[in-house]
């Protein structure tokens, strides 16, 4: 009987905090990816990467469509908003309140999206990305 415990293999590990914390981080990211090329299929434009947008907006500046590069502007603007809503947040509030606030804001952000997006395609984009800038 000894020897059959001492041939049984050990339990796994459990994780520990760093290792949740990188799983975590890891789906986020890739959740964010998921995020950008749904975004960018139906809308033409990205949620997370603001980068790409700066670069969208100038390409449309310099083919002198002013229109797409407000637009551009405008997602930038809207993703900057949502940034500085965060930072208020995250200031003023408890952890937990702000955990609260945050989802029931960005929620309501991205239900407004869907709710007034249909009107016009972008106008649902500037939305959401105020939405990921409160994230």
């Not at 994780?15 to 299929?41: C, E, H, P, S, Y």
Request: charged residues 15%.
């Amino acid at each position: 009987p000894a020897a059959a415990a001492a041939a049984a293999p050990a339990p796994p590990p459990a994780l520990t905090g760093g290792a949740v914390q990188k799983r975590l981080i890891g789906l986020l990211a890739f959740n964010a990816g998921v995020a950008d090329v749904v975004l960018f299929k139906k809308h033409g434009c990205y949620a997370t990467m603001m980068t790409g947008n700066i670069i969208k907006g100038a390409m449309a500046l310099v083919d002198g469509r002013f229109g797409d590069a407000g637009f551009f502007l405008a997602m930038l603007a809207s993703y900057g908003g949502g940034c500085a809503a965060h930072r208020v947040v995250d200031r003023r509030c408890e952890p937990r309140a702000k955990s609260r606030a945050v989802a029931l804001a960005v929620t309501a952000l991205f239900a407004a999206s869907d709710a007034f997006g249909g009107i016009s395609k972008r106008r649902g984009a500037l939305w959401l990305a105020a939405g990921v800038g409160l994230l």
